[in-house]
């Protein structure tokens, strides 16, 4: 009995607040206990106001560069630290474990503005400076996603037969190596994208005031209007739902072995 009351008070702890703006969002009005009406009028305010469309359409663009800059980065690296057997490439591979936790948003976010606000690159304040933001914090775990992905398979192998059968480094790299890594590199891609959609605390440091991501917008009609922030707040978690369920399918392929890919 003390059992399920513990459980049930650790889901109501858990579930009930994060459900309140998904609740409100779509609640016509809510002073009482219980939300009175349906309404999607606080979801249409996300792309009918100017302010919030911008913010919604800089948030997607800068969560897709954040993935294709992380992609540029990353599967080159991981194939290169896959190949390298030896004990400076076991450190850098037991390093990229541990690497999300060393360095905390605060740190990377003073780090950005103290290396990107001076000429000739004074990139604060602008688009590409929230990307390369997003792209740093993500880094890590993409990294880990594609090198996990590259230790299932036995890469030197496929290579050398693909090599064998007259194929040079790009056409084994298009059509061996990143057909069997795909699914990790696009778990690592879905990670990125739901952190950087949801990403507050760096952005608001390196932003300014003309690169307004969609939670830097919520943060502000948190003070302005409650109910369109709620339907902002209720958009990031279906985002993030969507990417967890992703990564959940595309986990269980990679870690299910080749046999169900």
Avoid: K
Wanted: positive net charge; contains cysteine; charged residues 10%.
């Amino acid at each position: 009995m003390i059992r399920r009351l513990l459980v049930i008070f650790l889901i109501l702890y858990i579930i009930v607040p994060l459900l309140m703006p998904i609740i409100f969002s779509f609640s016509v009005f809510w002073q009482d206990i219980l939300p009175q009406g349906f309404t999607l009028r606080w979801y249409a305010a996300i792309v009918t106001r100017p302010r919030n469309f911008s913010a919604l359409l800089s948030s997607l663009i800068v969560a897709t560069g954040a993935v294709l800059l992380n992609f540029i980065i990353c599967v080159p690296a991981a194939y290169a630290l896959n190949r390298l057997e030896t004990p400076a490439g076991r450190m850098l591979r037991s390093l990229s474990n541990v690497l999300p936790l060393i360095f905390p948003p605060v740190i990377i976010g003073t780090a950005l503005v103290q290396a990107f606000s001076r000429p000739p690159l004074a990139l604060t304040g602008s688009l590409p400076m929230v990307i390369i933001a997003h792209a740093l914090i993500g880094f890590p775990f993409m990294f880990r996603n594609t090198l996990a992905s590259f230790r299932t398979i036995d890469e030197r192998t496929l290579s050398e037969a693909a090599a064998s059968l007259g194929a040079n480094l790009w056409q084994r790299l298009r059509y061996v190596i990143v057909p069997n890594v795909f699914p990790g590199i696009l778990a690592g891609a879905l990670l990125v994208f739901a952190m950087s959609i949801g990403e507050f605390e760096v952005t608001s440091m390196v932003a300014g005031f003309t690169a307004q991501t969609l939670p830097l917008q919520l943060f502000q009609q948190i003070r302005n209007d409650m109910r369109i922030a709620s339907a902002i707040s209720a958009f990031l978690v279906y985002v993030s739902v969507l990417c967890f369920l992703g990564m959940t399918y595309l986990g269980g392929r990679i870690h299910g072995g080749p046999e169900q890919r």
